[in-house]
């Protein structure tokens, strides 16, 4: 059994500053890529960021210079820093990886339960 588990969401001013943060934990043997997700009300989810186990990121042209994306992979933990945060990011972020478990014959895609991030002043 494998869970991720997102925090650190929350109500904040525009320009200001979040970071989430997502932690697997199960019986896990190996973790791929990670990524973080969005979904605005009434919007289909998006991807918003990329890492592989290597450390290599991608980002989505609306968040370039604003959010970056680590992980540490002694936590089976990503982060999500946001900076500058506008209105229009305002969502539920999730967090997704690509898990290896025990028993199982091939990695899976396991999602976390969301975290509000909200942006108005």
């Known amino acids: 059994q494998v869970t991720l588990v997102e925090s650190g969401g929350g109500l904040v001013q525009p320009g200001g500053s979040l970071r989430l943060s997502c932690a697997a934990s199960g019986s896990i043997i190996r973790i791929n890529d990670m990524a973080w997700y969005r979904q605005a009300p009434g919007k289909l989810r998006e991807l918003v960021a990329t890492?592989?186990?290597?450390?290599?990121?991608n980002y989505v042209d609306f968040v370039k210079g604003r959010f970056t994306i680590s992980r540490d992979n002694a936590k089976n933990t990503v982060y999500l820093q946001m900076n500058s945060l506008k209105p229009e990011d305002t969502a539920v972020y999730y967090c997704d990886a690509e898990i290896l478990s025990t028993g199982a014959t091939r990695e899976r895609d396991y999602w976390g339960q969301g975290t509000q991030v909200t942006v108005s002043s």
């Open positions: 890492i592989t186990s290597g450390g290599n990121t």
